[in-house]
């Protein structure tokens, strides 16, 4: 049975473009007037065919298709027609392809982004072609089955749904700053372009190319906004400062590979 699937953003038939979950979710609260239907012109990004629908609680799972409707049909070459790959696929997917291959697929993730932040004519065909890229066969023989890898955006709805310990593509316009030196690791934190923490970046010291990559950027500023893909693992974890306990995010990058960052 396909589990149901989620959506980081939903195509607006009657404005013709494109808007991002948190920004579904926050108009859906009333918190910011919305001026079109929530429940009746939410389609499938990628087919524009489905009807899609905003749940009302802020730590819901994004967006879902819409139960209103009996069959939310896409097209027969929509991507979500296809299932996710599971959590045990995705640990085994970075031992099946070369680092070559999810250094292109993080890419094609940042043109998606910057197709998305633009809204133009070419967003559609951007995210059909970036989805594409984004499945993989999985299995031998008759098991064989072509399934969707499991990405997630960098945004505010990202810290109430995330999916742990379990390798995924990462991407999204973001804020980099506090780069600080922990041990025989560099740090990074990535931020909300709100403001919120996403989640820290670990860098082992070793990693010259992976650091200039972002070192780069930040050049000698304090935060800058960057369109950033990572593949790898988020670990959520608890400790103690000053006697507080805080639970933390942190993902750490092994490969120059494994990290595509753009200026913005």
């Known amino acids: 049975m396909r589990r149901r699937n989620l959506y980081c953003e939903a195509f607006v038939k009657s404005k013709n473009r494109l808007v991002t979950a948190p920004d579904l979710v926050v108009m859906k609260q009333k918190r910011r007037q919305s001026t079109f239907?929530?429940?009746?012109?939410?389609?499938?990004?990628e087919c524009q065919q489905?009807?899609?629908a905003v749940t009302n609680r802020r730590n819901s799972k994004y967006i879902y298709e819409s139960q209103r409707v009996?069959?939310?049909?896409h097209t027969s070459h929509c991507s979500y027609n296809l299932r996710r790959a599971t959590y045990r696929e995705m640990r085994q997917y970075s031992t099946q392809v070369g680092v070559t291959k999810i250094n292109q697929q993080l890419t094609q993730l940042l043109q998606k982004e910057v197709a998305v932040q633009a809204s133009t004519e070419e967003t559609a065909r951007v995210i059909q072609a970036t989805h594409q890229q984004l499945t993989h066969w999985f299995g031998s023989g008759s098991q064989c089955e072509c399934k969707r890898l499991l990405y997630q955006r960098l945004d505010?709805?990202?810290?109430?749904?995330?999916e742990t310990r379990v390798p995924k593509f990462y991407y999204g316009r973001v804020i980099l700053c506090d780069r600080r030196v922990h041990g025989r690791f560099i740090n990074y934190t990535v931020k909300t372009l709100a403001?919120?923490?996403?989640?820290?970046?670990g860098i082992d010291c070793h990693q010259a190319a992976l650091l200039a990559k972002l070192d780069g950027q930040?050049?000698?500023?304090?935060?800058?906004?960057?369109?950033?893909a990572?593949?790898?693992?988020?670990?959520q974890r608890a400790g103690d400062i000053n006697g507080h306990l805080i639970s933390y995010r942190d993902v750490?990058?092994?490969?120059?590979n494994y990290c595509v960052i753009r200026a913005v």
């Open 252 to 256: 750490f990058l092994e490969n120059d």
């Open 70 to 73: 009996l069959q939310a049909a």
């Open 195 to 201: 403001g919120r923490w996403v989640c820290s970046i």
């Open 156 to 162: 505010e709805l990202l810290i109430y749904n995330l």
């Open 37 to 45: 239907d929530l429940r009746g012109d939410l389609y499938c990004p």
């Open 50 to 52: 489905a009807l899609l």
């Open 230 to 235: 990572f593949f790898g693992t988020i670990w």
């Open 218 to 228: 930040l050049i000698e500023q304090a935060a800058v906004t960057v369109d950033l």
